[in-house]
């Protein structure tokens, strides 16, 4: 199969050991469909079973939290923090790949964007203790030796997920979850070797690469999720995250794919042509250079490529809503793009 304008849409691609049928990626979504307990559910093999039927090449399970604590703000997400819960990620991912589908697994932390109400009654635990303006609860700040534990727990994840039958992780380090509010100075206040100039707000993040890519292999893909900027006046600009991806880079050893949202793309886009996906708020009823590229887009010789996962621009009207009933009732996250000025009629 060809398309006309896109002709490479329908080859295969490889990213590390990750060979895909096509360059179609369907990306992280928060279903809604796992237990209390955080075990895949027969409703949930089903939804997924459902999207790997429809031919994509890579399918994202989205936000697995990697401890308790992690969980953010619904009882019913997916956790991947102990290995009783490997057999129903296993059935979640032989339903996805006997359509010769990839699967990938986000490995998360809320940080403080999670209540005591989703932790069991625990206090939520973030790099400094500023109060999260939405839920209206204030983190406790971690130790030196708790960030520490977290990195492990993260590897642990990891082996978890590969063990699951995962083709790749992709740590969430967008929407002022736990590794963006390292990143971001509007939340992370400290004076130790984890706060202070971008190398040390960074530290904890290299830390959980590092430590992943340990655990899982050289030849295993390694993803990392971040928001170009914050749109919050002290937080991430986008020089933070040009420097957050050279610095990320040197952290895995290997091209693998990240995320940001759409509109820095181009300007993130690593040197050395690691995969690179990017979506927001958007919706398909404007296109405007450059957001026509296809979908997925493999780049180079050397089996890099640059993911699309839609391919436009923001919404002038988002669905569900007034930008602005939108902008105050839903969103309000740091790096999201509902956090845009209003745009002109």
């Given at each position: ?34 237990d209390?307990?955080?075990a ?6 089903a ?33 991947i923090q ?30 403080r ?25 204030v ?15 993260f ?61 899982v ?83 180079g ?35 999201c ?9």
């Amino acid at each position: 199969m060809s398309h006309p304008t896109y002709p490479r849409l329908f080859e295969q691609g490889r990213i590390g050991g990750m060979v895909t049928k096509n360059r179609l990626v369907q990306s992280s979504l928060c279903d809604n469909m796992s237990d209390r307990n955080g075990a895949v559910t027969d409703q949930k093999i089903a939804y997924f079973r459902r999207k790997a039927e429809g031919g994509v090449g890579w399918i994202n399970l989205g936000y697995a939290y990697v401890v308790p604590r992690g969980r953010g703000c619904t009882y019913y997400m997916v956790g991947i923090q102990d290995d009783e819960l490997i057999p129903g990620l296993r059935r979640l991912t032989d339903a996805v790949h006997e359509h010769d589908v990839r699967m990938g697994c986000q490995l998360a932390h809320a940080g403080r964007q999670t209540t005591h109400h989703y932790i069991h009654d625990m206090t939520a635990e973030a790099p400094s203790p500023v109060p999260e303006p939405v839920l209206g609860e204030v983190p406790g700040e971690l130790s030196g030796e708790r960030i520490k534990e977290i990195v492990r727990e993260f590897a642990q994840a990891a082996v978890r997920a590969k063990t699951a039958g995962f083709d790749l992780v992709e740590f969430h380090g967008a929407h002022g979850y736990l590794h963006h509010s390292f990143v971001s100075p509007m939340t992370n206040r400290r004076t130790d070797e984890y706060g202070g100039s971008i190398e040390n707000r960074l530290r904890f993040s290299r830390e959980s690469v590092r430590a992943v890519r340990d655990a899982v292999g050289s030849d295993f893909p390694v993803g990392y999720r971040l928001s170009g900027q914050d749109y919050f006046e002290g937080g991430i600009t986008l020089e933070d995250s040009l420097a957050t991806v050279a610095m990320l880079e040197d952290s895995w050893g290997q091209p693998s794919p990240s995320k940001q949202p759409f509109r820095q793309t181009r300007a993130l886009q690593p040197p050395s042509g690691s995969p690179t996906c990017d979506h927001g708020n958007i919706r398909l009823t404007r296109f405007e250079p450059p957001y026509t590229e296809p979908y997925v887009r493999w780049c180079g010789g050397t089996g890099s490529a640059r993911a699309r996962t839609y391919p436009i621009k923001v919404a002038r009207r988002p669905v569900g809503g007034s930008f602005r009933a939108r902008h105050h009732s839903v969103t309000k996250l740091p790096g999201c793009s509902a956090n845009l000025k209003e745009p002109d009629t």
